[in-house]
């Protein structure tokens, strides 16, 4: 079954610009209402559908649906708060499965279909409200409330000035980024999904949390080391990285030697640099369902990769798609994955036992 579901994924996977096209002719003639958006709502569709066909590719080639749902229930919150048409979404499955009836083989069609109906049921069942993610259960809620308030109106040198107040007052390093950076950016997500914020806003915060998280650099790095090192990024296309940097600063706080190397990292450069550092972990996280096949193209090198030095280098992945599938790790040939950064701790020590 795992080989007919990879053959599917790869052949819908080669043909992703046919089957857009193809979706898209199909939605305007079953829908005609998005005739008046006009081109650029055209190339919006486009852009839609290969997006589609892309999630849908890396749900069937590791064979979990729950991949495909998490994805089509997010579509359903953002088609439903940017207004477009009542049953867009909808619809939009039902070309997918008419374009891939259209331009695939038998076996690729039913393997896809399955997946596609069972969105279409569950589609009836999603809501369209997400909770806020800084709650009173959070043990710092004023502190993220004004946080966040401070960005959202430009005001970063104030909400600068909010973190380095609390750790003057004794605030952990760590709450800071658990209760206040990791939820905010939670926080933050929610109002993009929900079109209460721009992509322009979320970046700027996601830039002004990074350069605030520099500022308590000299608190970090301060630990004593314990003769372990990680290399932690992003695989290459992969853009968010505030997840995979703050799993790095919980390990040089635990007094691990950490070579953050950002996002979109090269799998050629990744190898170098552990092969150069004698690493003992690599962590690597993706954000975007999409970019799971190069986590286990990346993996697959390290494994293959003839390195100076006598020693299997763990990899620990991370990121939204390993939250809805508890057994991803193990599709993608990982040692293990870490929900969070507190959780990516201690894995890692889990892993150096015996060393």
Not at 243 to 264: K, P
Not at 265 to 290: E, W, Y
Not at 310 to 327: A, S
Not at 341 to 350: G, I, S, T
């Amino acid at each position: 079954m795992e080989n007919l579901d990879k053959t599917a994924a790869k052949e819908i996977e080669n043909n992703v610009r046919t089957l857009a096209e193809a979706k898209v002719r199909k939605q305007y003639e079953m829908q005609p209402v998005w005739e008046k958006y006009g081109e650029r709502g055209r190339k919006h569709s486009m852009e839609d559908a290969r997006f589609h066909f892309s999630f849908l590719v890396q749900a069937i080639s590791l064979s979990s649906y729950s991949l495909f749902k998490e994805y089509i229930e997010w579509c359903h919150i953002l088609f439903e708060k940017i207004g477009l048409p009542e049953g867009a979404l909808e619809g939009s499955l039902i070309c997918m499965k008419e374009a891939l009836q259209e331009q695939c083989s038998p076996e690729a069609v039913e393997i896809s279909s399955r997946y596609i109906d069972r969105a279409l049921d569950d589609l009836k069942q999603f809501g369209t409200e997400i909770e806020s993610f800084i709650t009173n259960e959070n043990p710092l809620y004023e502190l993220a409330l004004k946080y966040k308030e401070a960005l959202l109106e430009g005001r970063r040198n104030q909400a600068t000035d909010y973190i380095k107040a609390a750790v003057d007052s004794g605030a952990k390093v760590k709450d800071i980024y658990r209760y206040v950076f990791e939820a905010v950016q939670h926080e933050i997500g929610r109002l993009w999904q929900t079109n209460k914020i721009s992509v322009a806003v979320e970046h700027y915060f996601t830039t002004s949390t990074q350069a605030i998280m520099a500022q308590l650099y000299p608190l970090i790095f301060q630990s004593e080391k314990r003769g372990f090192t990680i290399i932690s990024t992003s695989v290459e296309k992969e853009l968010h990285e505030m997840g995979i940097r703050m799993v790095s600063d919980f390990l040089e706080m635990e007094g691990w030697d950490t070579y953050y190397l950002g996002a979109n990292m090269p799998v050629r450069d990744i190898l170098g640099i552990i092969n150069q550092k004698h690493a003992d972990i690599l962590a690597v996280s993706t954000t975007m369902t999409f970019n799971l096949g190069k986590i286990g193209e990346l993996i697959n090198s390290v494994r293959n990769y003839t390195f100076d030095f006598d020693k299997d280098v763990k990899v620990l992945v991370g990121g939204r798609p390993f939250l809805r599938d508890e057994q991803l790790w193990e599709k993608v040939g990982a040692d293990g994955y870490a929900r969070n950064a507190d959780e990516a701790v201690l894995k890692a020590a889990e892993m150096m036992k015996g060393r």
